[in-house]
Antibody, heavy 125, light 108 residues
Framework: EVQLVQSGAEVKEPGESLKISCQAS????????IGWVRQRPGKGLEWMGNIYPTDSDTKYSPSFQGQVTISVDKSTSTSYLQWSSLKASDTAIYYC??????????????????WGQGTLVTVSS | EIVLTQSPGTLSLSPGERAALSCRAS???????LAWYQQNPGQPPRLLIY???RRATGIPDRFSGSGSGTDFTLTINSLEPEDFAVYYCQQYGTSPRTFGQGTKVEIK
């Protein structure tokens, strides 16, 4: 069974750093992209970026470029999302999801399936 | 950036009725690279449809997707109680990937 299991909820203060994780199992980790999506409380879905574990090729949304860092550890089939200095506006649920390689379209990532269970990040003083 | 506008914002229907959800793009979605997701409260989204009209594995055939270019539709025939949820469209043909703002299907 393909599964993405995310790390637990975090409560942080503004200015703190954070790294959350997404561990994949049940498939070949390097054959699919991993994407990250933000959902603020009561709001919709926002694409943050995708990473290809084979070579760590990373594509960021302009809205998140420079605000977060997406990385992978192939040895543990884990992707990470990290912040160097959190803001209250980063309070949200963060989802990781698997995306297929669209071989007929230059190898870019496709749709998201499946999704992790989400990690709630609360930033408050 | 492609802006996806979903309508209506909320759809009030009864079990057994048919739902038609619209997703309109600000520019043509390349190769109909559009997906639909369902999200229930407290749950992650679930893929329903990809490539505009292909059902994901395990999705009941009462869910169907159609459309191309800038106009796409998700149709749910004969709503079941578990179908009352929020639905999002997403395009993955152009970067940045974008989502619509969602349509809530609620029980009338």
């Amino acid at each position: 069974e393909v599964q993405l299991v995310q790390s637990g909820a975090e409560v942080k203060e503004p200015g703190e750093s954070l790294k959350i994780s997404c561990q994949a199992s049940g498939y070949s980790f390097t054959n699919y992209w991993i994407g990250w999506v933000r959902q603020r409380p009561g709001k919709g879905l926002e694409w943050m970026g995708n990473i290809y574990p084979t070579d760590s090729d990373t594509k960021y949304s302009p809205s998140f470029q420079g605000q977060v860092t997406i990385s992978v550890d192939k040895s543990t089939s884990t992707s990470y999302l990290q912040w160097s200095s959190l803001k209250a506006s980063d309070t949200a649920i963060y989802y990781c999801a698997r995306a297929p390689v669209m071989v007929t379209f230059g190898g870019v990532p496709g749709w998201f399936d499946p999704w992790g269970q989400g990690t709630l990040v609360t930033v408050s003083s | 950036e492609i802006v996806l506008t979903q309508s209506p914002g909320t759809l009030s229907l009864s079990p057994g009725e048919r739902a038609a959800l619209s997703c309109r793009a600000s520019q043509s979605v390349r190769s109909s690279y559009l997906a639909w997701y369902q999200q229930n409260p407290g749950q992650p989204p679930r893929l329903l449809i990809y490539d505009a009209s292909r059902r994901a594995t395990g999705i009941p055939d009462r869910f169907s997707g159609s459309g191309s270019g800038t106009d796409f539709t998700l149709t749910i025939n004969s709503l079941e109680p578990e179908d009352f949820a929020v639905y999002y469209c997403q395009q993955y043909g152009t970067s940045p990937r974008t989502f619509g703002q969602g349509t809530k299907v609620e029980i009338k």
